[in-house]
T-cell receptor, first 115, second 117 residues
Framework: DTAVSQTPKYLVTQMGNDKSIKCEQN?????MYWYKQDSKKFLKIMFS???????INETVPNRFSPKSPDKAHLNLHINSLELGDSAVYFC??????????????FGAGTRLSVL | AQSVTQLGSHVSVSEGALVLLRCNYS??????LFWYVQYPNQGLQLLLK??????LVKGINGFEAEFKKSETSFHLTKPSAHMSDAAEYFC???????????????FGSGTQLTVLP
């Protein structure tokens, strides 16, 4: 069983469209994250939720809206897609706490191409 | 605030040669440190972690890393490279401190490892 799963794996869409990426984890973790990896492979956190509550919200355009229906799911909705949104988006999960609890496990990524 | 520097965005080694990927961190207190590997078109896989226990950490696929506080380093090594080791490697730092507070993982810029036959 896949621990952190994202859908879709590939997403090709036109500028101006609205799209969603879904993430689910079956590790029993209480914290989930979204990262963006740009064309130079640089990874940067976007959001983090703990038990459905937003705890990290980096400087991200408000066209990006995360939604966590429960602690096992964290979805990312993107409005009015722009060319610069093309990237690989990774979901991750962990427990919130000290030490090894906070080790993050990543999904396989969603490769978004905006044309 | 933490930061991570990976020296060398591209490293090439011959098959069977030593692999050395460098990582230096900046933090007011020793953090937790990680190496992740990303194979082409795949997600990030945890290779190994340092969480305040032994300073020499062994990971999967024969990799190991040594935490050196005096040098603020956490370099990744493997005695003998295999073709299958070709991938992107990321060093990451996680702050320690009061449990229960949010933790932000900060990644280095990555090192692409090429293994030559």
């Amino acid at each position: 069983d896949t621990a952190v799963s994202q859908t879709p794996k590939y997403l090709v869409t036109q500028m101006g469209n609205d799209k969603s990426i879904k993430c689910e984890q079956n590790l029993g973790h209480d914290t989930m994250y979204w990262y963006k990896q740009d064309s130079k492979k640089f990874l940067k956190i976007m959001f983090s939720y703990n038990n459905k509550e937003l705890i990290i919200n980096e400087t991200v355009p408000n066209r990006f809206s995360p939604k966590s229906p429960d602690k096992a799911h964290l979805n990312l909705h993107i409005n009015s897609l722009e060319l610069g949104d093309s990237a690989v988006y990774f979901c991750a999960s962990s427990l919130l706490g000290g030490g090894e609890k906070n080790i993050q496990y990543f999904g396989a990524g969603t490769r978004l191409s905006v044309l | 605030a933490q930061s991570v520097t990976q020296l060398g965005s591209h490293v090439s080694v011959s098959e069977g040669a030593l692999v050395l990927l460098r990582c230096n961190y900046s933090s007011s207190v020793p953090p937790y440190l990680f190496w992740y590997v990303q194979y082409p078109n795949q997600g990030l896989q945890l290779l190994l972690k340092y969480t305040s226990a032994a300073t020499l950490v062994k990971g999967i696929n024969g990799f190991e890393a040594e935490f050196k506080k005096s040098e603020t380093s956490f370099h990744l090594t493997k005695p003998s490279a295999h073709m299958s080791d070709a991938a992107e490697y990321f060093c990451a730092v996680l702050p320690t401190g009061t449990s229960g507070s949010a933790r932000q993982l900060t990644f280095g810029s990555g090192t692409q490892l090429t293994v030559l036959p």
